[in-house]
Nanobody, 121 residues
Framework: QVQLVESGGGLVQPGGSLRLSCAAS????????MGWYRQAPGKERELVAT???????VYAESVKGRFTISRDNAKNTVYLHMNSLKPEDTDLYYC???????????????WGQGTQVTVSS
């Protein structure tokens, strides 16, 4: 079994900062990319940022310059540092990991349960 557990969400004022964490645990052989997605009620889930095991990153245009993704491969953990938060960043944020559980297995996507980020005064 594989689990992704997110933490760090909450309520913050516009212009504030938050750091999200996501730790993957269980029967993990290797992890390729890890990332963060977000979803508002009634909307599709959208990419926020991803990072490969080698450290290459991709960001959504709407968060470039404000959010930074990083990871600790030894801890199977990915972080999302969010600065200059705006009300439109309010969403449920999901952690994603593209991983395999055995040497011969294929990489598959796993998801966390989500952590709520609310930006409001």
């Amino acid at each position: 079994q594989v689990q992704l557990v997110e933490s760090g969400g909450g309520l913050v004022q516009p212009g504030g900062s938050l750091r999200l964490s996501c730790a993957a645990s269980g029967s993990i052989f290797s992890i390729n990319a890890m990332g963060w997605y977000r979803q508002a009620p009634g909307k599709e889930r959208e990419l926020v940022a991803t990072i490969t095991s080698g450290g290459s990153t991709v960001y959504a245009e709407s968060v470039k310059g404000r959010f930074t993704i990083s990871r600790d491969n030894a801890k199977n953990t990915v972080y999302l540092h969010m600065n200059s938060l705006k009300p439109e960043d309010t969403d449920l944020y999901y952690c994603n990991a593209d991983l395999r559980t055995t040497l011969w297995g294929a990489h598959s996507p796993y998801w966390g349960q989500g952590t709520q980020v609310t930006v409001s005064s």
